[in-house]
């Protein structure tokens, strides 16, 4: 069974950190480029980040560039969103996707947000920033 399962959400206050990650099952990790989308509460969903397969960042976000980092551990078929500096913009669902290595030109730019441009997706995990 193909599983992504987001964790580390949560209520936090403006200026504090978060982790989330995704663990992966069920599928070849390795040949699978990762994305983060977000869906804010009345607001079309937007991609994150992007890692390929080789654990490089591929695509940020411009409102999240120098304060979220995204990474994958390979070993643990994991892939993490290091989200510092937060603030009430941030608030979103935080969903986790997959897609098969060099499938779409748009996905490399931030394009697919939705969740059928993805071979696989998660359940998401709520991340809210208020003081």
């Known amino acids: 069974e193909v599983q992504l399962v987001e964790s580390g959400g949560g209520n936090v206050q403006p200026g504090d950190s978060l982790r989330l990650s995704c663990a992966a099952s069920g599928f070849t990790f390795g040949v699978y480029d990762m994305g983060w989308v977000r869906q804010a509460p009345g607001k079309g969903p937007e991609v994150v980040s992007i890692?390929?397969?080789?654990?490089?960042?591929?695509y940020y976000l411009d409102s999240v560039k120098g304060r979220f980092t995204i990474s994958s551990d390979s070993a643990n078929n994991t892939v993490y969103l290091q989200m510092n500096s937060l603030s009430p913009e941030d608030t979103a669902v935080y969903y986790c996707?997959?897609?098969?290595?060099?499938?779409?030109?748009?996905?490399?730019?931030?394009?697919?947000?939705?969740?059928?441009?993805?071979?696989?997706w998660g359940q998401g995990t709520q991340v809210t920033v208020s003081s």
């Open positions: 890692i390929g397969t080789g654990g490089v960042s591929l």
């Open positions: 996707g997959a897609v098969a290595q060099f499938t779409s030109k748009r996905f490399y730019t931030g394009d697919c947000f939705e969740d059928w441009e993805y071979d696989y």
